[in-house]
């Protein structure tokens, strides 16, 4: 069966500090994968998609950047944390990108602070 | 670029009884799925509909592309049915699921 693992669980981080979420998903080959965030009372947006590895689509500028170092591996990171960078993070996959249902992981609560 | 209107933003039941939550769409989608929050935050799938309609317990959904819409219907609401809905849906753009702003359901006694 498939699983998806994110962590960490939860992180409180100081403006201008490093940041890194990873991803991975085990029992499926070279699936999508996807980083979703949600600000406090916002929508889910979508921010990255990576159809193979080393190959990452930005969707929204929010200066953080992405990368997929092996098949079932996706990291999110910063250099610099923003607070508006503050939210839930959410990381998912999919077979394809067109017609195929997304799965979704635990998430992550970050608070910058 | 696509839109997803998604109502209504609250909804309160008494148990027992049903009611529908819908989304509605600017462009065609090729598929939507609903999802429920957990108390984590995170989403799990309820229905993934390519068209047609689906059902599993006392949940139903249906999809209508051309009419750019879908709809989670619930009867017989319970307490533990309380929590927030999302639907989210496919487009042509390749990759991207786009989201509604969800539906906080309230189940009384």
């Known amino acids: 069966a498939q699983t998806i693992h994110q962590w960490p669980v939860a992180e409180i981080k100081a403006v201008g500090s490093p940041l890194s979420l990873g991803c991975t998903i085990k029992?499926?080959?070279?699936?999508?994968l996807y980083w979703y965030w949600q600000a406090t009372g916002g929508t889910l947006q979508q921010l990255f998609y990576?159809?193979?590895?080393?190959?990452v689509e930005s969707v929204v500028q929010l200066n953080l950047s992405a990368s997929r170092p092996k098949d079932d591996q996706f990291i999110l990171s910063t250099e610099k944390l923003l607070l508006s960078h503050s939210g839930f993070y959410l990381c998912a996959w999919s077979l394809t990108g067109r017609s195929s249902d997304y799965t979704f992981g635990s998430g992550t609560r970050l608070l910058v602070i | 670029g696509d839109q997803v209107e998604q109502s209504p933003s609250a909804l309160s039941l008494h148990e027992g009884t049903g009611s529908a939550l819908r989304c509605n769409f600017t462009?065609?989608?090729?598929?939507v799925q609903w999802f429920r929050k957990n108390s984590r935050g995170s989403l799990i799938n309820l229905f993934y509909?390519?068209?047609g309609t689906k059902e599993n317990g006392r949940l139903k959904s249906a999809f209508d592309s051309k009419e750019r819409y879908s709809t989670l219907h619930i009867r017989d609401a319970q307490l533990e049915d309380s929590g927030t809905y999302f639907c989210a849906a496919s487009s042509g753009s390749f990759n991207k699921l786009t989201f509604g702003a969800g539906t906080r359901l309230a189940v009384c006694p």
């Open positions: 509909l390519a068209s």
């Open positions: 990576s159809i193979t590895v080393g190959q």
């Open positions: 462009t065609t989608m090729r598929a």
């Open positions: 029992g499926k080959s070279s699936p999508n």
